[in-house]
T-cell receptor
Framework: GEDVEQSLFLSVREGDSSVINCTYT??????LYWYKQEPGAGLQLLTYIFSNMDMKQDQRLTVLLNKKDKHLSLRIADTQTGDSAIYFC????????FGTGTRLLVSP | GAVVSQHPSWVICKSGTSVKIECRSLDFQATTMFWYRQFPKQSLMLMATSNEGSKATYEQGVEKDKFLINHASLTLSTLTVTSAHPEDSSFYIC??????????????FGPGTRLTVL
């Protein structure tokens, strides 16, 4: 079945850029998503990218997609302490398969 | 827009009782709702896909008689955990797929319900 992998943990200083990486196995994925989960809360959709795109930018967020390597990344510019959360990538169309989640810790 | 609510946000119950969790799309119609389960420090696992007016489609390994799903309207789906046991303790999250927008079929998530079975 489909598999989505992420690194477990990332620690950055406030003001730095954060890059969260994700690899997936399903080459037929049409949409890829990034979600943010704060403690004890549901998931907030941050952004998504169509599989025929290489890059998408949305304010501080930049998504890069390398279809050949099945690699997706989320770059957060000027990371703030409020960005501390767990970030999930997900792929799919009607049913989503989620990655393992990356815990981002932003220190002052 | 695209707000999904869940009720209750947390529930504690005794082993053997049944618990109902509601998922509502507040400002849009959702033809499809999804139910996920999340264990501590783990990812979300899809339990079932719920389509309005029809039976839910359960993922492999999910007991349909234990996790009853009803999607009676375009804005409401319910998950009932029957005869709950401590191993059913988890964080249950629903999502709703937006209908009728020009953008992708994006799923919007509820805030989750934490179930603790004693």
């Amino acid at each position: 079945g489909e598999d989505v992998e992420q690194s477990l943990f990332l620690s950055v200083r406030e003001g730095d850029s954060s890059v969260i990486n994700c690899t997936y196995t399903d080459s037929s994925s049409t949409y890829l998503y990034w979600y943010k989960q704060e403690p004890g809360a549901g998931l907030q959709l941050l952004t998504y990218i169509f599989s025929n795109m290489d890059m998408k930018q949305d304010q501080r967020l930049t998504v890069l997609l390398n279809k050949k390597d099945k690699h997706l990344s989320l770059r957060i510019a000027d990371t703030q302490t409020g960005d501390s959360a767990i970030y999930f990538c997900a792929e799919g169309f009607q049913k989503l398969v989620f990655g393992t989640g990356t815990r981002l810790l932003v220190s002052p | 827009g695209a707000v999904v609510s869940q009720h209750p946000s947390w529930v504690i119950c005794k082993s053997g009782t049944s618990v109902k969790i509601e998922c509502r799309s507040l400002d849009f119609q959702a033809t499809t709702m999804f139910w996920y389960r999340q264990f501590p420090k783990q990812s979300l696992m899809l339990m079932a896909t719920s389509n309005e007016g029809s039976k839910a489609t359960y993922e492999q390994g999910v007991e349909k008689d234990k996790f009853l799903i009803n999607h009676a309207s375009l804005t409401l789906s319910t998950l009932t955990v029957t005869s709950a046991h401590p191993e059913d303790s988890s964080f249950y999250i629903c999502s709703a797929r937006v209908r009728g927008l020009a953008s992708t079929d994006t799923q919007y998530f509820g805030p989750g319900t934490r179930l603790t079975v004693l």
